[in-house]
Nanobody, 125 residues
Framework: VQLQASGGGLVQAGGSLRLSCTAS????????MGWFRQAPGEVRTFVSA???????YHENSVKGRFSISRDSAKNTVYLQMNNLRPEDTAVYYC????????????????????WGQGTLVTVSS
């Protein structure tokens, strides 16, 4: 299984970016997908997740600004990030969980079996 994350870059505060995560070796429509981020000097934290049934979950600070979607034909998951803030600056990682973790677990890294390499998002003020 390989996950290829892309779409990061430098953007001004208030701008938008769309991250992509394309999978090989696993069918994303049958999996729970998550996005995490790690700011410099900090631990990796949960951002958003999407279950195979379409249910989505978001960390409080990104609710209303970020959305997660899936293109089954392309076996790709997207993280649309709008109204970006400097505090969103981080390396963003996509991950896939083969099982069906409960809500309290899918916001942690524990149930995710495979991880992408990360893509850097930098938001300037």
């Amino acid at each position: 299984v390989q996950l290829q994350a892309s779409g990061g870059g430098l953007v001004q505060a208030g701008g938008s970016l769309r991250l992509s995560c394309t999978a090989s070796g696993i069918t994303l429509s049958s999996s729970t997908m998550g996005w995490f981020r790690q700011a410099p000097g900090e631990v990796r934290t949960f951002v958003s997740a999407r279950r195979k049934n379409g249910a989505t979950y978001h960390e409080n600070s990104v609710k209303g600004r970020f959305s997660i979607s899936r293109d089954s034909a392309k076996n790709t998951v997207y993280l649309q990030m709008n109204n970006l803030r400097p505090e969103d600056t981080a390396v963003y990682y996509c991950a896939v969980a083969g099982g069906n973790p409960i809500a309290s677990e899918l916001v942690t890294s524990r149930p995710y079996d495979y991880w992408g390499q990360g893509t850097l998002v930098t938001v300037s003020s």
